[in-house]
């Protein structure tokens, strides 16, 4: 049975988080810092570990937008002119500023969405890594001289900001995904409007008041629903849109950019892919399992959905993954332990139905696979016990889903063939791992695997330099390393002859012997 023993008895905030969460309360971040948001109240914010009402917001007002999206246009103006370097040590300050309040804000952030402190505060530094990244990688990448077609001219490109960067979000990873993409839009001259999920915007409203050193206007924040992100998204004078959620929402978004042709990064669903090779170490690949399929309660993108595991060495690996997650230790955040709870009842509520057709089709519960009931005044928290299934089969309706949960469904597999075959059958693209040290299957796995990125016995790591995105339909588009900057950069050819030439050898009238 999985570790349940809470070391308190109360997770109220602490007195600064509860002055914070006051101060946010039903607020917007606009050109001029915290005001009220004049629209519908939307809801109570609770504590998804304790359902205890910590906060609430309120949507703006159809011409709050607009006026954000003014403000916006006036911010991004002035900023565009700020020379890289100035931009670079701007940013700079907002990195230390995050690494200073780290452990405020990710107390608000565990208490909104659920996560482990120690998740929290990684988000943290994950977050200022990236802006310090960004922020030295903006002023370094501002165009390319090409050789030219014609002597004595000089041939070149330049890059140029998009204007004003929606940027649409979960609340999964709420700080590091909104600084994946606004770290990059600032660092090419942008503006950026953010409109928070529902289940973690007071968190993003604070720490989005560490970037207020760039100047007004520059970063604002819109709570709200998808009315809000739909005015953002359709509104004339945005310029580019990130989102990261949905694939029904990601299409929507898709479509609206579209047909105003306008620039889009869409980072949907996945499903991706674990695969377990004889010659990998089990014991060590069974751990990294637990680790990929439950981190963040399984609510993360990435996440390990189709453990594909090779018939030599499955039941070695079934018992060290049922025995590792019999360990996980389930409760408040704020406490010593390893999974939170679920951001809301209605995720908890969808992995039930996900759950009970894969045992209704066959699947077996090895270990889990219901509500947590914990004591005390967790015992109305969104907790789910760390699952694994066994008997998992391409057949299933949860092999196309994404689970987006803390359930870890195993698939028995009879060659490597056969795990690409599975890994790749989806209609999802985004990542996938492999344990295993032949390199054969190491180089095969590379260049076959129908996805982003590409994990070999290294798990659910990012690297601020390198590219994340995934194809199919986990998305379009790339965050972080190069191409994330230039997702957020128009590029412009700039073709010039210095002293006005007679190099007019295309021009009118054409020459009697190029006729017909």
């Known amino acids: ?17 509860e002055q914070v969460l006051e101060r946010v309360s039903d607020r917007l971040l606009g050109a001029h810092g915290l005001l009220a948001a004049a629209g519908e109240r939307r809801e109570v914010v609770r504590d998804p570990a304790t359902a205890r009402p910590i906060g609430s917001f309120t949507d703006p007002t159809e011409p709050q937008v607009d006026d954000a999206v003014a403000a916006a246009a006036i911010a991004q103006r002035a900023w565009s002119r700020v020379t890289p370097l100035a931009r670079a040590e701007l940013l700079h300050e907002v990195a230390r500023a995050i690494r200073d309040d780290t452990r405020l804000v990710a107390e608000l952030l565990t208490l909104e969405t659920g996560k482990p402190f120690k998740e929290s505060a990684d988000e943290m530094g994950w977050s200022a890594s990236a802006v310090d990244y960004y922020a030295e990688v903006g002023r370094h990448s501002i165009g390319t001289v090409h050789g030219t077609a014609t002597p004595g001219q000089t041939h070149f490109t330049i890059k140029e900001p998009m204007g004003t960067v929606v940027i ?31 289940n973690a915007t007071l968190t993003t409203l604070a720490f989005c008041e560490l970037f207020s ?21 359709a509104h004339p004078d945005t310029h580019m849109v990130a989102f990261t959620g949905s694939v029904p929402t990601g299409r929507a978004v898709a479509r609206t950019c579209a047909d105003m042709f306008k620039p889009f990064l869409i980072e949907a669903s996945g499903s991706d892919a674990f695969i377990v090779m004889p010659s990998a170490p089990i014991e060590v690949a069974a751990r990294a399992a637990t680790f990929a399929a439950f981190l963040n309660a399984g609510q993360v993108c990435t996440s390990a959905e189709k453990i594909l595991v090779h018939e030599d060495v499955y039941d070695e690996f079934v018992a060290g993954l049922v025995q590792n997650v019999e360990r996980l230790r389930v409760g408040h955040g704020l406490d010593r332990v390893d999974v939170g709870a679920m951001e809301n009842a209605r995720e908890r509520e969808r992995v039930e139905r996900l759950l009970a057709r894969a045992v209704e089709q066959g699947a077996q519960v090895l270990t889990g696979g219901s509500r947590l009931s914990l004591p005390g005044e967790l015992a109305e928290g969104h907790f789910f016990s760390p699952t694994v299934i066994a008997g998992m089969s391409p057949a299933f309706d949860l092999y196309e889903q994404e689970v987006f949960g803390p359930v870890a469904p195993v698939y028995k597999v ?10 790749n059958g989806t209609s999802f693209g985004l990542g996938a791992t492999l344990y295993s040290t032949d390199i054969r299957e190491i180089d095969r796995a590379q260049r076959e695997l129908v996805t982003g990125m590409v994990w070999v016995n290294a798990p659910l790591l990012d690297n601020d330099a390198g ?19 230039d997702t957020f950069r128009h590029t412009k050819l700039v073709m010039i002859d210095p002293v006005v030439s007679e190099q007019d050898f295309w021009w009118f009238p054409y020459a009697d012997d190029e006729a017909w």
């Open 467 to 485: 590219p994340f995105g995934g194809r199919k339909l986990s998305g379009i588009g790339r965050q972080l390393g190069a191409e994330g900057l």
């Open 213 to 233: 050193v760039l100047g007004e206007g520059l970063v604002q924040v819109l709570p709200g629903g998808a009315d809000v992100a739909k005015q953002l998204v």
């Open 168 to 198: 649409v979000l979960p609340a999964n990873f709420p700080l590091l995904l909104l600084v994946w993409s606004a770290a990059a839009a600032l660092a090419a001259g942008n503006a950026v409007i953010v409109k928070p999920s529902e």
């Open 1 to 17: 049975m999985t570790t349940t023993s809470p070391t308190r008895t109360a997770f109220a905030p602490s007195e600064q988080a």
């Open 414 to 423: 009879s060659s490597f063939d056969e795990a690409l075959r599975l890994a």
